[in-house]
């Protein structure tokens, strides 16, 4: 049996491209905790983040003949999750964008937050937000998308994008905001 | 400023989250892709039969309705021989149908020079202008003379041709078709042409050979096979099976093994061994029996002729694993690939104590199924001598028998029976050489069967089976 991990990429994809059973494995364990954390993003919780990945690994294997090489692999394979997932929510979940109420305005500092907030409970934190804020968020600061490929892919005005990126942004520090007065409190 | 920093401090969150899905996900990948590529395979294998079938009914649609042409006539040679009259001034004779059950398709009326010919003509109309048709001299028909008329097919359709039977060298001359809403000539047997007014109106001239007048003056009439119909032959195969898999089993070989698969199903603890053949280059070979009933279209004149039947097949091979080594527990069913019943865990227990033991897997496979395909004529010998093509579909069930014991040698620990149904499709090629007698037609030949057993994956967990056979087929026909 050949060394796994020293197959190459190129290799993998052509194998993955076979059929080969173990050469979707590999591919999978590399690069599954990267796609399930853009996963866990766009779902409510971890059932359907896996759903989402499951679906978003299946469209990967189906549609790897689509991938030219042009740009990395898993920058690839982040978008066809990234389109899964959006494709899922639509499909699975029709949440009305709850709206913002003007107490949601902060004037918090960030470096408070920085502070006092450790990594798991901003992540915490964000999984709080609604789910299209969370989508634009990440897309737009975890992703680096533009408003205008956000507005494309959302199927949104990039002005209302823009807006609902404020208002995540705001919503976002209000709950770190309440999260590191809790912290505090109990300290 | 406080957005930016908010930007990168949830960039920073997620890139420093680590988090892996559950082990869970993967078997569940694997196994929709695994259903995918056989929903796949399936796709291209009911496509193909699809194919093959339709295109055999096709065939047979358009061979029977090219048959049956709207308006026959027939005019009986001994009444043309009686009308020396003028070709213009000859009278529409209403003809009666044709009986299709005596007729054969227009090929070659057997025209010899000098030889006494006996040719009955069904008369087909055609739209050609009188004037032209006489314009050429050759077409001026001489009644008192004998005359054959044939039919001669041409890009446009068919056209005309007469052959004069009187003369050692036959000659033969086209007339175009020239369309015409007024005369039509009629050509009814073999010594006349008659011009009638019912215009356009088509016809075909078939020909028959009156075998009966000529040659049986001492003997029996020959036989007559009739278009369309089917010929029954029974068709009997012996066939080598071949498959890939492990047959031996050491701890060096475990070792190699779990690695390739241990991931993929770990199962409280024991090993299993993948059976892909790149992993094991061994093949089982078994043999396979095939009996079939076979229905062929008679047409002798046609390149590529369908058939159609039912199969049973009887096919069976056995396995010997050995184990040398103490305590190891192998998943038989994922080691071997061929096992098809559900193994129990004392079957397990039982081995896992062993050393230099033998387990020996029996695989019994009945099938029952039909069976569509596609004959071709390749080569002809001679007269009697045929080589011929045979590409066939046939889907079945399959029904089998696993039988399987645990052993050291001249000992039996352990003994599981069961039976296991599972959907089956071989794609069947042979090289036949057939052979007309008197009685009978056999066809011997060697064939190659290529089949497809889908297994219960539920019930299993085992990938489904490709296996080949090739052996020797004999059909005959009664």
């Not at chain 2, 993967?26 to 294998?45: D, G, M, Y």
Request: net charge positive.
């Amino acid at each position: 049996m050949a060394n796994l991990k020293s197959i190459d990429e190129s290799s993998l994809i052509s194998n993955c491209l076979h059929n080969k059973e173990w050469a979707q494995k590999e591919l999978y364990d590399k690069y599954n905790a990267d796609l399930y954390i853009i996963c866990r993003r766009y779902a409510t919780d971890s059932n359907e983040a896996k759903d989402i990945l499951q679906e978003g690994f299946i469209r990967i294997f189906t549609n790897l003949k689509q991938y030219r090489g042009e740009g990395s692999l898993v920058g690839w394979m982040k978008r066809v999750v990234i389109t899964t997932a959006l494709n899922y929510i639509k499909k699975h979940r029709k949440e009305i964008l709850k709206e913002i109420d003007s107490t949601y305005e902060s004037h918090t500092s960030t470096e408070n937050i920085e502070a006092c907030i450790n990594h798991k409970e901003i992540v915490q934190a964000f999984m709080q937000l609604p789910y299209q804020y969370r989508t634009i968020l990440g897309l737009f600061i975890i992703e680096g998308y533009t408003h205008k490929e956000i507005a494309s892919l959302l199927k949104i005005e990039e002005n209302n994008c823009r807006s609902k990126l404020h208002r995540g942004k705001l919503l976002l520090q209000k709950i770190l905001t309440n999260q590191n007065t809790a912290i505090a409190v109990l300290k | 400023m406080q957005n930016n920093n908010l930007d990168i401090i949830l960039k920073e969150a997620f890139d420093a989250a680590k988090e892996t899905a559950s082990p869970d996900v993967w078997p569940n990948i694997a196994t929709t892709l695994h259903k995918r590529k056989r929903r796949r395979f399936f796709i291209l294998i009911f496509t193909l039969s699809a194919i093959v079938i339709g295109s055999s009914l096709l065939y047979y649609a358009i061979n029977t309705n090219s048959k049956s042409p709207k308006k026959e006539y027939l005019a009986d040679e001994t009444t043309a021989n009686n009308n020396s009259e003028k070709p213009n001034e000859l009278e529409k004779i209403d003809l009666p149908e044709i009986d299709k059950e005596k007729t054969t398709p227009l090929t070659k009326p057997s025209l010899k020079p000098n030889s006494k010919v006996a040719t009955k003509v069904y008369a087909k109309y055609y739209t050609v202008d009188k004037d032209d048709f006489y314009k050429n001299e050759q077409n001026k028909i001489d009644i008192k003379s004998k005359h054959v008329i044939k039919i001669k097919k041409s890009e446009a359709e068919e056209d005309l041709a007469i052959d004069k039977t009187n003369k050692t060298d036959k000659t033969e001359t086209e007339i175009e078709k020239v369309e015409s809403k007024e005369l039509n000539p009629i050509i009814r047997n073999d010594s006349a042409i008659e011009i009638t007014n019912n215009s356009l109106v088509k016809t075909q001239i078939i020909t028959e050979k009156k075998t009966e007048s000529i040659n049986t003056a001492n003997s029996k009439p020959k036989k007559e096979r009739k278009k369309g119909s089917w010929d029954k032959y029974l068709s009997l195969s012996y066939n080598a099976l071949i498959i890939g898999g492990n047959n031996v089993f050491t701890k060096s070989d475990a070792a190699k093994n779990l690695e390739a698969s241990a991931n993929l199903n770990p199962s409280g603890g024991s090993l299993s061994i993948n059976n892909s053949p790149s992993n094991s280059p061994n093949y089982k070979i078994g043999k396979e029996i095939n009996l079939a009933l076979i229905f062929k279209q008679k047409n002798a004149s046609k390149k590529i002729s369908p058939q159609f039947g039912i199969q049973i097949s009887y096919s069976n091979y056995s396995n010997r694993v050995y184990v040398t080594t103490p305590g190891a527990v192998i998943d038989v069913n994922n080691s071997l690939n061929l096992n098809f019943n559900n193994q129990s865990n004392s079957f397990y227990s039982a081995r896992a104590n062993a050393t230099n033991s033998i387990i020996n897997i029996s695989n019994n496979y009945f099938s029952l199924g039909a069976l569509a395909g596609l004959e071709t004529n390749l080569l002809k010998l001679n007269k009697n001598q045929h080589i011929l093509l045979q590409v066939q579909a046939i889907p079945s069930i399959n029904l089998s028998k696993s039988i399987n014991w645990y052993q050291k040698p001249n000992e039996r620990y352990f003994k599981d029976k069961s039976l296991n149904k599972q959907f089956n499709i071989s794609q069947s090629m042979a090289l036949l050489w057939k052979v007309n007698t008197k009685k009978h037609t056999l066809l011997i030949g060697p064939n190659f069967n290529y089949h497809f057993l889908q297994l219960n994956k539920k019930k299993n967990n085992l990938g489904n089976i490709y296996s080949s056979s090739v052996g020797i087929t004999t059909q005959i026909n009664f």
